[in-house]
């Protein structure tokens, strides 16, 4: 009510969890939670016409056996997508939570919980994805080293999200002509060495090189990387938003 008296945009992150302050059905739980928010977006007009408002609907999800949170469900991907499409659906500006891992550390866990979150929320057409950086152990803890891994992470999902150009350039039948003749292969083709950075993003986190060449630079795992770098960026980054 304060926000919206001053004219504040409000984003009232709206989170009943599963089976404790919201039905245990998914279906149950995304109409609640889109019938709260919409009484927030009612509260806000009331107050202030017009006064913008997110759609911010964030259903959790609680692992019924413990009564606790559970952020990297696959029931959470879902019900943060479907919010987002509800969302869609009024065509309101939306927010939504992913990126919650469960996981306490940046293991296989902590990857794949995160890379489902965070890409159906981004795919489902978010305009904000909130607890993405560095998030870990259900929101209870974040890292440095998780921030640069998921930053880069993220990379990888926006490069998802922006999709596959269609036009008759891209489809390339001309190039697929040329190099079918001579040489036999794209590599050294002009066309491939334009799209190099442009169609491509390039990790500098996620290790690519043959387990050879990474056994013998030491063997370092994704979290070794990530705290490296981001002891790095500690030392030596100073940036200053305000000036004198």
């Not at 550390?105 to 902590?110: G, K, R, S, V, W």
């Not at 891209?170 to 590599?187: K, R, W």
Request: net charge negative; with cysteine.
């Amino acid at each position: 009510m304060d926000a919206t008296q001053l004219g504040l945009v409000s984003d009232i992150a709206v989170a009943p969890q599963s089976g404790a302050t919201a039905p245990a059905t998914l279906a149950g739980i995304l109409a609640q939670v889109v019938a709260e928010t919409l009484s927030c977006l009612a509260s806000v007009n009331l107050i202030r016409p017009g006064c913008p408002v997110t759609f911010a609907t964030w259903p959790f999800v609680t692992d019924l056996r413990t009564g606790s949170f559970t952020g990297g469900s696959g029931e959470q991907a879902l019900l943060a997508a479907a919010a987002i499409q509800m969302g869609n659906f009024y065509d309101l500006p939306n927010s939504a939570g992913a990126g919650m891992t469960d996981s306490k550390i940046p293991d296989a866990q902590y990857g794949y919980e995160k890379g489902l979150t965070i890409a159906l929320a981004a795919l489902s057409g978010a305009n904000r994805v909130c607890e993405v950086g560095g998030m870990m152990g259900s929101l209870m803890g974040c890292s440095f080293e998780s921030m640069v891994i998921d930053n880069e992470a993220v990379g990888m999902i926006q490069r998802a999200v922006r999709g596959i150009e269609i036009s008759d350039d891209t489809l390339s039948v001309e190039t697929i002509h040329q190099c079918a003749v001579d040489p036999g292969h794209f590599l050294g083709n002009e066309q491939t060495l334009s799209m190099m950075e442009s169609e491509y993003v390039y990790p500098n986190m996620m290790d690519r090189s043959p387990a050879d060449q990474w056994e013998a630079e030491g063997a370092h795992d994704l979290f070794e990387r990530g705290r490296k770098a981001s002891r790095e960026i500690l030392a030596a980054h100073y940036p200053n938003y305000f000036s004198p």
